[in-house]
């Protein structure tokens, strides 16, 4: 069946540094990908989608590109900042659930 | 902005408790979703619904059941509830958005639901 799968964590980097969130899936058909993070106490909220091949999402400075070719959509920031901490999943869907990796936590340091 | 609301942040019960988690949904949406949440596990579906009074079971429906009896209302029962049922709860809704080859469907979450069965 599908599945999503990202890199554990903690990821932890210092303010200012470059963030990659690896993330890969395996599905039949041709899925839209998510990214949803999660603030501490807080539900899910949607950061970025593609929905199909070579699109890239893109959202308050984070980025992912749909790459067919890898079966990856990585997650990536050219700058961290403290309010950046959070849980990160990245989700794909073929119709109109969700299949979620199980989240990678990130901590940056000031 | 779409605004699902969850009924309680914190939840506590006694184990063999009916526990009742209400969901609503601002938006007229036709989907309908209630995930938990456990620390290394992600998210795992329990039970969706597409329709007033539809449902369909996810991945672990065992030891729950659901109600949708208005669109805009869902709602997630335990019928005994027990102590490893304490876990976050997250409900969701979604709607299909974009045409072509761009369509698919976005999921919103409520707050979440942070359950202790003791």
């Known amino acids: 069946g599908d599945s999503v799968t990202q890199m554990e964590g903690p990821v932890t980097l210092s303010e200012e540094a470059f963030l990659t969130i690896n993330c890969t899936y395996t599905?039949?058909?041709?899925?839209?990908l998510f990214w949803y993070v999660q603030y501490p106490g807080e539900g899910l909220q949607l950061l970025l989608k593609?929905?199909?091949?070579?699109d890239k999402g893109s959202n308050k400075g984070f980025e992912a590109t749909y790459r067919k070719e890898t079966t990856s959509f990585h997650l990536e920031k050219g700058s961290v900042q403290v309010s950046d901490s959070a849980v990160y999943f990245c989700?794909?869907?073929?119709?109109?659930?969700?299949?979620f990796g199980s989240g990678t936590r990130l901590l940056v340091r000031p | 902005d779409v605004k699902v609301t969850q009924s309680s942040r914190y939840l506590v019960k006694r184990t063999g408790e009916k526990v009742f988690l209400e969901c609503v949904q601002d938006?007229?949406?036709?989907?309908m979703f209630w995930y938990r949440q456990d620390p290394g596990l992600g998210l795992r579906l329990i039970y969706f619904?597409?329709?007033?009074?539809?449902?369909e079971k996810g991945d672990i429906p065992e030891g729950y059941s659901v109600s949708r009896e208005k669109k805009e209302r869902f709602s997630l029962i335990l019928e005994s509830a027990s102590t490893n049922q304490t876990s976050m709860y997250l409900c969701?809704?979604?709607?299909?958005?974009?045409?072509?080859?761009?369509?698919?469907?976005?999921?919103?979450f409520g707050p979440g639901t942070r359950l202790t069965v003791t």
């Open positions: 619904s597409y329709d007033v009074k539809m449902k």
């Open positions: 969701a809704s979604s709607s299909v958005v974009g045409t072509g080859r761009s369509r698919t469907y976005e999921q919103y």
């Open positions: 989700a794909l869907s073929s119709s109109y659930k969700l299949i």
């Open positions: 938006m007229d949406h036709e989907n």
């Open positions: 593609a929905t199909k091949a070579d």
């Open positions: 599905a039949t058909g041709y899925p839209s």
